[in-house]
């Protein structure tokens, strides 16, 4: 079965750096996501990108992040200035019409 | 009104046992409601999706009744074995599968041998 390749599977970086976390989706779907889940919690939707601008954002998802897909394969979550906070795993997922897939996650501790 | 609550939030049962995990919402232009099962540090992985407009959908061991007018959805894990220890979440879209999915809260599901 097709799946979402996301990388690196753990980063850690200093407060205050940037960080790209990188995903490559499913190829012939269209919608992309971006999740979050804070350790023992829930997922929660952080953007959401369709026809390569953002169809949606959460109030998590604030100056510090950006999306990109950069080459019509890859799916960029950039993180400008790394807070503690924002020390989670991070999913992307990718859907067609039908289904919605999830990559095995970035874990992205903040130090 | 976009939240969707999940119970219990833990739940041991036995092998070979029924487990049985409850979700709740209160949006009615949700249309679309999976259920995903994660293992620890991998993603949720799709189980299996209801629309609305039916009130029970099977895969193999694994069944989702839906009651509409309640705004109630439900997986039942029929003959639950150890394998199935996991984190279960519901969730709940509108436009179907091709917008944001809003998550319940998760069960841990321990299936004792």
């Known amino acids: 079965e097709p799946e979402v390749t996301q990388t690196p599977s753990h980063q850690v970086t200093q407060m205050g750096q940037e960080v790209i976390l990188r995903c490559v989706p499913i190829s012939n779907h269209l919608y992309f996501y971006w999740y979050r889940q804070i350790l023992g919690q829930k997922v929660e939707f952080l953007v959401s990108?369709?026809?390569?601008?953002?169809?949606?954002k959460s109030e998590i998802f604030d100056d510090q992040f950006s999306v990109e897909r950069p080459d019509g394969s890859n799916f960029t979550l950039k993180i400008r200035s790394t807070k503690l906070e924002d020390s989670a795993m991070y999913f992307c997922?990718?859907?067609?019409?039908?289904?919605?897939?999830f990559g095995q996650g970035t874990r992205l501790t903040v130090v | 009104q976009q939240q969707v609550k999940q119970s219990p939030q833990s739940l041991i049962v036995q092998k070979g046992g029924i487990s049985i995990i409850n979700c709740a919402y209160e949006n009615t232009a949700f249309d679309y409601f999976p259920w995903y099962q994660q293992f620890p540090g991998k993603g949720p992985a799709l189980l299996i999706a209801i629309r609305p407009d039916v009130s029970e959908k099977k895969e193999g061991r694994f069944t989702i009744s839906f009651n509409k007018s309640a705004k109630q959805f439900s997986l039942h894990i029929m003959d639950s074995q150890p394998g199935d220890s996991a984190t279960y979440f519901c969730a709940a879209s509108m436009d179907g599968a091709t917008n944001k999915l809003i998550f319940g809260t998760g069960t841990l599901l321990a299936v004792q041998p």
């Open positions: 990108f369709y026809n390569n601008e953002i169809s949606e």
């Open positions: 997922a990718s859907s067609g019409e039908v289904k919605a897939f």
